[in-house]
């Protein structure tokens, strides 16, 4: 498989450095995480010192077995300093990183930004974004391939579990021969699949299980059909034994109405704090709607995060996203 659209420029700024911070998204996802994660097994091969800076209380239970199965220890954000190139993956927008010093700690370092959010700002010093690819692991893997890294077993299931995750099992439009050809390669290096879709689709806890149980019965359809949305209030998610960080892809359960054109989850992770998840099915373009209230990510998968009371925003939201259906043909 030919791995020449990775930029030379990526490349020899990875192969300059000595210390390499690696930084992703607040509340990270599988994509995220499995690429933090296969670079810091991976770059030591070429000589480098990762740092990984991963805020533990930033990661779901659900998705911490990717840390555990890399073996990675979190470095202390004083390690920062001591990096001479930064690659932030994932993470669309410089406000988004997943750092206790936020953006502002990373103001005097070189970055180096791996993205495949169409939104992304190209906030780093080189920029290699790709909003064709169907995740940012398949982008890691074509990297280290470039780099002529070995990728062994687990560096193989961390990467397998980023491209499942954000294809939907290789479910979504994103999803490309060119994505189930990585998806081959992962395989055959070892990837542990079945491990993988077990922990991610039949691992639920029972604070987990409630808060589903909380997503179905708020979920609410337009007469019309078209758009499905449901909400989580942040009584109701600590009701259920959760945090923000269980907040993953429950979006997925309003989504799964048949003929809906759109679907919406509300989420209150803090208190006034409410993140959105916006999906359209088909021809959608629901990045459209998302950037209406501040938002960004993909054409067809958006989120954004607004402050102020769950109801209002929740009944401001429904109503623009009813409108922005009316004007489009039906899926």
């Known amino acids: ?3 020449s659209n990775v930029p030379v420029e990526i490349c020899n700024a990875i192969q300059a450095a000595t210390r390499i911070g690696l930084v992703g998204h607040v509340t990270p996802d599988a994509d995220c995480l499995g690429s933090i994660a296969a670079l810091w097994l991976a770059l ?3 000589g480098h010192h990762p740092c990984a800076f991963v805020p533990e209380s930033t990661v779901s239970r659900r998705l911490s077995f990717l840390l555990r199965h890399a073996g990675l220890t979190a470095a202390p954000a ?3 300093d001591a990096c001479d190139l930064v690659i932030v993956v994932d993470t669309a927008k410089e406000r988004r990183v997943n750092l206790e010093g936020k ?3 990373l103001l005097a370092k070189p970055l180096l930004n791996i993205d495949h959010h169409s939104t992304n700002t190209r906030f780093g010093k080189w920029n290699w974004v790709n909003s064709h690819a169907a995740s940012s692991c398949e982008m ?3 990297l280290l391939r470039a780099l002529n890294c070995q990728v062994t077993p687990t560096i193989a299931t961390l990467l397998f579990a980023g491209l499942h995750t954000d294809t939907q ?4 439009a994103s ?3 060119h994505t189930l050809a990585i998806a081959h390669d992962l395989a055959g290096a070892g990837a542990r699949i079945s491990e993988v879709c077990e922990r991610l689709h039949r691992s639920q806890s029972k604070p987990e299980f409630d808060l589903v149980k909380v997503i179905y019965a708020n979920t609410r359809v337009t007469p019309d059909g078209r758009l499905a949305w449901s909400s989580a209030s942040y009584d109701e998610i600590t009701a259920a034994g959760c945090t923000a960080g269980d907040i993953e892809n429950q979006v997925e359960i309003p989504r799964s109405i048949e003929g809906i054109s759109a679907a919406i989850l509300f989420s209150e992770g803090h208190p006034r704090k409410i993140r959105i998840n916006f999906r359209g099915e088909g021809t959608v373009p629901i990045l459209n709607l998302a950037q209406q209230f501040g938002g960004g990510g993909h054409i067809h998968s958006a989120g954004a995060m607004l402050d102020g009371d769950l109801r209002e925003i929740e009944s401001r939201i429904v109503e623009a996203a009813t409108r922005f259906l ?3 043909p039906r899926v």
Do not use: K, Q
């Not at 099992?169 to 979504?172: D, E, P, Q, T, V």
């Open 1 to 3: 498989m030919p791995f």
């Open 44 to 46: 030591p091969e070429l």
């Open 78 to 80: 004083g390690e920062l």
């Open 103 to 105: 953006w502002e700690s």
């Open 140 to 142: 890691v893997y074509e």
């Open 169 to 172: 099992g290789f479910s979504l």
């Open 175 to 177: 999803t490309t021969a």
């Open 326 to 328: 009316s004007d489009l």
